[in-house]
């Protein structure tokens, strides 16, 4: 059989990716505002520039042995990008390829639909089927390395000539539609893996940078019999605008409500999330940095759990979830997330409500010098994990009905999709409910003076904008996606000993407040003292007795 040239091959496949391997954006760039000799100029344009950009990669690649290969694997990313871009509005950046990279099972699961090999068949198959039925023409390794480089050359000048012709379109369609770039299939994911690997690689070899090295108990530990208990709830995907607490129209925070008015519970109703999906948000809450400070990027100091360890208390991290992104590998920890507990599991996952079976007994494990001082619990929850929120939620605890029961979540009418997703809020309430139950329990048989924080790592697109789950870069992210619910609740024992008074929290917790008061509230709570605190970073510290507001500022609390 006749050997096919590598040019030919090279940009064959480029155009083909161009066209059908981007639906998506070309969907999008029909859809936006202007008049038709604008719009023809942007299709013309970033057409060009997308094919000569593909063409470019293709051709540095164009070795005999290694293109097919390549090209297999870039058509494929083309194939799956557009499915995910067409099912959720998704787009294909550093940090979504992170969450991909990071996801388990479970998770890859209930994103799996029937549309997908449906769409990998018609995007991909065509250019494997033709690429792979002749191999290419080979002459030798240097020259072609050569031919590759002046390929290359020419696929820059067509990207040059491009951009020259449609200056003015292609400056301002970029500008003022920055997630167009994160569009456009597969150099978004190219781009995407260089920038991951690249971040990932220096840092996995060096060893994390201590904190909180000087972390010492306050002065609170040895005027008070009952040991602290704080359990901190890292939510997962629920958004403030949902929490009956903040205002929504429908009641799926019907006990926190009651909690709020019978016991003190406070409600934080303008907080922002550090990230938008769980690999960023998780570690930038427990770590000491400020989101502008880099606590969004890959972690290069310990973090909030490591401090309160190193202070001398008993940590633990119950995971009912894809793992704690590294914040809890040096605690202890344990996952709920397989167990196979009748009535609380189910098909290969547990409900959230499995992190409360046998609690007590988790405690009285934990080192019991450690757990005389003092304990800090962090529950990490599935929460309301789409697309298939319908999984989250045992049958007895659906509220809001019809929902939908399919992880298509564009072929579900609206209401359906809210219904399942209100579901899982009222869920995440009745699990909070029953948490603050057991902590008022263990506070009234005087074992603890107890307190929570709830607070998710994200929010979520419920179609808004033609938008689903999360993901979408932090800059230019809607508010769904980081606005979150967080709320507070300390036992009387444990509002004296802070000083913490609830009238003033009340007043406080309308202010805006972000994941970067995560690390320095709970070292307040807990009465930690160190360095790395920083009181006007402690969302709680204005609310704090005498004591505390006398307190020197930053870095020395005591
Ligand atoms: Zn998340």
């Not at 709020?260 to 769980?278: D, I, K, P, R, Y």
Request: hydrophobic fraction near 45%; charged fraction near 15%; glycine fraction near 8%.
């Amino acid at each position: 059989m006749k050997a096919r040239r590598p040019l030919v091959a090279v940009w064959a496949l480029a155009l083909w990716l161009s066209v059908a391997g981007n639906v998506p954006l070309w969907e999008r760039v029909g859809g936006l505002a202007g008049s038709p000799s604008q719009r023809l100029a942007l299709f013309v344009g970033l057409g060009l520039l997308v094919a000569g950009a593909t063409a470019a990669v293709l051709s540095l690649m164009a070795w005999p042995r290694v293109f097919r290969p390549v090209a297999t694997v870039l058509a494929l990313v083309s194939a799956f990008n557009t499915h995910f871009m067409h099912q959720y509005g998704a787009v294909i950046d550093p940090g979504m390829l992170a969450n991909v990279v990071q996801t388990d099972v479970r998770e890859v699961r209930d994103l799996l639909s029937w549309s997908l090999p449906a769409t990998v068949l018609l995007v991909a198959g065509p250019p494997l089927w033709w690429i792979w039925r002749r191999p290419l023409a080979s002459r030798g390794w240097l020259p072609q390395t050569a031919r590759n480089a002046l390929g290359a050359l020419a696929a820059l000048g067509l990207i040059v000539a491009a951009v020259l012709l449609t200056y003015q379109d292609l400056a301002s369609l970029m500008r003022n539609q920055k997630s167009l770039r994160y569009m456009i299939n597969p150099l978004n994911t190219v781009y995407a893996a260089t920038r991951l690997a690249a971040q990932q690689l220096p840092r996995s070899a060096r060893a994390l940078q201590p904190m909180g090295e000087d972390a010492r108990l306050g002065a609170s530990y040895a005027g008070h019999q009952r040991p602290p208990l704080l359990l901190l709830v890292v939510g997962e995907t629920a958004r403030a605008q949902n929490f009956g607490l903040n205002g929504y129209a429908r009641p799926t925070t019907p006990a926190l409500a009651r909690w709020q008015a019978e016991e003190g519970l406070v409600n934080f109703g303008q907080v922002q999330s550090c990230g938008t999906n769980t690999q960023v948000s998780l570690p930038c809450m427990f770590s000491p940095l400020t989101r502008a400070q880099g606590g969004d990027r890959v972690a290069e100091h310990e973090n909030l759990l490591d401090v309160l360890q190193r202070a001398g208390l008993a940590v633990l991290w119950i995971d009912n979830q894809a793992g704690c992104k590294g914040v809890c590998a040096r605690v202890p920890h344990v996952s709920t997330a397989s167990l196979r507990l009748p009535g609380v599991c189910d098909d290969g996952e547990c409900f959230d409500a499995v992190m409360l079976q046998g609690l007590d007994e988790r405690i009285a494990a934990l080192d019991p010098d450690r757990r005389a001082r003092g304990v800090v619990l962090v529950m990490h929850q599935m929460g309301s994990h789409g697309p298939a929120y319908f999984k989250r939620t045992p049958p007895d605890r659906k509220p809001f009905v019809p929902e939908c029961a399919s992880n298509t979540l564009s072929d579900c009418p609206p209401g359906e999709l809210v219904n399942a997703y209100d579901n899982t809020i009222a869920y995440t309430d009745h699990f909070l409910d029953a948490a603050l139950q057991w902590l008022k329990r263990r506070a009234t048989a005087g074992a603890n003076d107890t307190g929570l924080i709830y607070v998710s790592d994200h929010g979520e697109s419920l179609g808004e904008s033609g938008l689903y789950l999360h993901g979408m870069a932090w800059a230019i992210a809607p508010r769904e996606q980081t606005h979150v619910p967080m709320v507070a609740w300390l036992s009387a024992g444990l509002r004296e000993r802070t000083g913490l008074r609830e009238d003033c929290l009340r007043n406080r917790a309308a202010e805006p407040v972000s994941h970067d008061h995560f690390f320095h509230s709970v070292l307040g709570v807990m009465d930690v003292t160190t360095g790395a605190y920083r009181r006007s970073l402690d969302a709680l510290a204005p609310c704090a007795g005498a004591a505390l507001v006398q307190a020197p500022q930053d870095g020395a609390r005591r």
